[in-house]
């Protein structure tokens, strides 16, 4: 019995080292090695990217600009009208002509939550911890048969992510988002695919995101990703003269 129980003992030993030795920060860099690396990454002080929107039979145009530090621009385009929603790290605002509006119109604050998500272009894994963020490795679980290591990243919005990454590539395959908006949790998941290099950066060129539990799924395939373009910091300010505010049912 004693050989058998020092075996026990030494398998559980090895299986301790080897939990200790695969910490969330290690994990991170890891992804962050896969995807190019650190510098590559903060080299990256602009970007434009080009997609095609499905969900159905419904399609759109999707252009998205992003400039250090913390600016985006989205324009979703149907049959020539532009939606556009910015945000220039101070201002959120939006121009959506689909409900009438030609002028530029303040948005409230849970709809710029996602635009300052969005905002930060190299993604909210990359130095987390100057970001207010948290990160946590809750262990492994298995995405279309792959398995993955799954991070909690608790963010400074106070929403949550589960982040998978490839055990074997340490690129992100899926992330499932906890939101609240308007006081109601909300619970989407994002599928990441097709990675392709540009300018030495890895991104997923093939992005679906759906409703937790739902089968419907939203679509978005790049087509063309710039890395460093020229882009004016007029882009993403808010148009001159004074802005209309959101109606007050979508303040609330």
């Not at 910490?23 to 690396?37: L, P, S």
């Not at 929403?159 to 988002?177: A, G, M, Q, V, W």
């Amino acid at each position: 019995m004693r050989p058998r129980f020092l075996f026990a003992l030494a398998t559980l030993a090895i299986l301790s080292f080897s939990a200790k030795g695969q910490t969330v920060d290690e994990i991170i860099a890891k992804n962050i090695q896969a995807r190019g690396g650190m510098e590559k990454l903060k080299a990256m002080k602009s970007l434009r990217t080009t997609a095609k929107f499905s969900a159905g039979g419904f399609r759109a145009d999707v252009v998205q600009e992003n400039k250090r530090d913390n600016m985006v621009r989205e324009e979703f385009i149907i049959q020539g009208l532009a939606q556009v929603q910015a945000y220039d790290g101070k201002t959120a605002w939006q121009i959506n002509p689909f409900q009438g509006r030609k002028d530029p119109e303040l948005l409230s604050q849970d709809d710029t939550k996602s635009l300052v998500v969005d905002a930060d272009i190299e993604g909210p894994l990359v130095n987390y911890k100057e970001k207010g963020h948290k990160a946590e490795l809750v262990g492994h679980d298995s995405v279309e048969g792959t398995d993955c290591y799954k991070i909690k990243l608790t963010m400074k919005n106070g929403d949550i992510r589960y982040y998978y990454l490839d055990t074997d590539s340490f690129l992100e395959l899926k992330y499932e988002t906890q939101t609240t908006i308007r006081g109601a949790v909300q619970y989407s998941d994002t599928w990441l695919g097709d990675y392709e290099q540009v300018d030495g950066i890895y991104f997923p060129f093939s992005v679906e995101t759906g409703e937790t539990g739902s089968d419907q799924r939203q679509r978005v395939t790049l087509e063309k990703v710039q890395v460093n373009p020229t882009i004016d910091d007029s882009r993403f300010t808010l148009p001159g003269g004074k802005p209309e505010a959101k109606p007050a049912a979508a303040t609330k």
